[in-house]
């Protein structure tokens, strides 16, 4: 135990720049998944027969093992960070379509009645009551899409990305333990920070007048 | 005022649900659509602000086709109230009132006021409530919102799905006479669906019966009541509905219509004659104009010369009872007068009829019958 607290200081400047650097790979591909999942949930909303293959389409891209993903989007991207950022960008899309989906298609159909039988246009239906209502479910999707990415983007170091992942490789080449552990370790409670951070951002959105 | 013209509304799959209804609702009144579920009353309704677009046939408001304009303004301009369920939840008390004022972008100051105007109104103190949640509301209170959200804007007509069918009938019952009294003062065109006949009979000015896509009847409450078109809303309303409201019963409803008269110049003899002829034990004596004089019974008769004129031998002092007093009225007047006849006048103070204990009988009979 000592030796690997030792190991982990005198490794302190590489592994926090390690851990930066992760940070700042996962925050791009979520925050992309974001911008471009969120909009798509809400585009098969209102085209509701896309929403089969769209949801079906994002199905099959998480069920395709993430090396595998990784080997495809190699010829495209080349090596670097740009394929690790796209493949867990892809893998993230699934739970923020799905869950924008759910949540607007969830909304009771009395209350978007009313609304509209108020004189609400689409995108005021959407803004005022849509999206606000629809939000706590969203934020669940984020949630779930930023926490594996934290765990996916470790594989980003295997194509040269950097990233904790870096650190679990090199430890498993050498048959190092206290190296693997010092990748490993942070990553996980970097995940939970994560969650836990998103969960505060859930609260904070859902309207009071829902909040349980 | 609502003109419903020709109107026709089939789905895509070719079932027609609303089969070419014409009525009009007047302004100012309070207008019930009632029937069956699958009757085509909320369709019906769903119309007047284009939820629902109809097939074929025209609908108008104060004369102007509504499928001329932009469905979003006649929206905005028209008051909608729907189950409870219709607050958003995600909006407080405030903001939920003034939705369409700030849709039609009425200035911030002019929509607290106005809200804040339309809680004194229903008697909820608009400190307490303004930023409170729908959640944190009864379902009476939150119905009470749903009224006035639908007024805030101030339109002249207001639809009104059934808004307290979800509502205890304590609640229900209070929120249909706040109704009442708002729409005295208030005075909209509001057009009310419901399927609970004692709430069209207690709100409605008029009422419009509905069955698979048509008109049945479409009359008032006391109209519908008495004249029920045959087999469907006889059925529909309860054969004997009218016995629960008993208001709407009046004494020219039961009375006998042609009581056996005589002039006051008959003699004894020949009133005993008429009576025996018509197999009744009293007559009632008018003069030439039908003016009630008195009434003479064959008691008062047994033991007189017959030949005596009636005015000498009637009793003259006779109480009497409008044609238009209820029969809650009449029996409590048989009751503490201890009578068993009972002339109607009208307002000419001529006779019209006569009810006695024993049409009041046959009257209370049919409703076992």
Known sequence: ?212 | MIEFKDVKKSYNDGKEIIKGINFTINSGELFVLIGPSGCGKTTTLKMINRLIEPTSGKILIDGKDITKGDPIELRRNIGYVIQQTGLFPNMTIGQNIEIVPYLKKWPQQKRRERTMELLRLVGMDPEEFINRYPNELSGGQKQRIGVIRALAANPDVILMDEPFSALDPITRNQLQDELFDLQQKLNKTIVFVTHDMDEALKLGDRICIMKDGNIIQLDTPEEILKNPAHGFVENFIGKNRIWSNPDYIKAEDIMINSPVKANPKRTVLQAIEIMKSNKVDSILVVDGNEKLLGIATSKDMSKKDGNKKLEEIMETNVITAYNDETISEILKIMDEKGIGLLPIINKEKRLVGLITKSSLITVFSKLYS
């Open chain 1, 1 to 212: 135990m000592s030796d690997f607290i030792n190991f982990f200081l005198s490794r302190s400047n590489q592994i926090g720049n390690l851990t930066l650097q992760h940070i700042e790979l996962t925050i791009v591909a979520v925050i992309a998944a974001i911008v471009i999942g969120v909009p798509i949930g809400i585009i098969i909303t209102r085209f509701r027969r896309l929403s089969k293959y769209i949801i079906g389409l994002a199905n099959v891209v998480q069920a395709i093992p993430s090396l595998a993903l990784m080997g495809f989007l190699i010829p495209l991207f080349g090596i670097g960070s740009t394929p690790a950022i796209v493949m867990v960008f892809l893998y993230s899309l699934l739970p923020i379509i799905k869950n924008t989906f759910t949540g607007i298609t969830n909304i009771d159909s009395e209350i978007l009645e009313a609304g509209r039988g108020m004189g609400m246009t689409n995108s005021q239906l959407l803004r005022l009551i849509e999206l606000p209502l629809s939000l706590p479910v969203i934020m669940a999707g984020i949630r779930i899409a930023a926490v594996t990415a934290v765990g996916l983007m470790t594989i980003a170091a295997f194509i040269g990305a950097g990233g904790l992942g870096y650190m679990i490789f090199t430890g498993i080449q050498m048959y190092n333990t206290q190296m693997v552990l010092a990748g490993a370790i942070p990553a996980a409670i970097l995940a939970l920070i994560i969650d836990f951070i998103i969960e505060k951002i859930e609260i904070k959105v859902t309207p009071k007048g829902i909040r349980k």
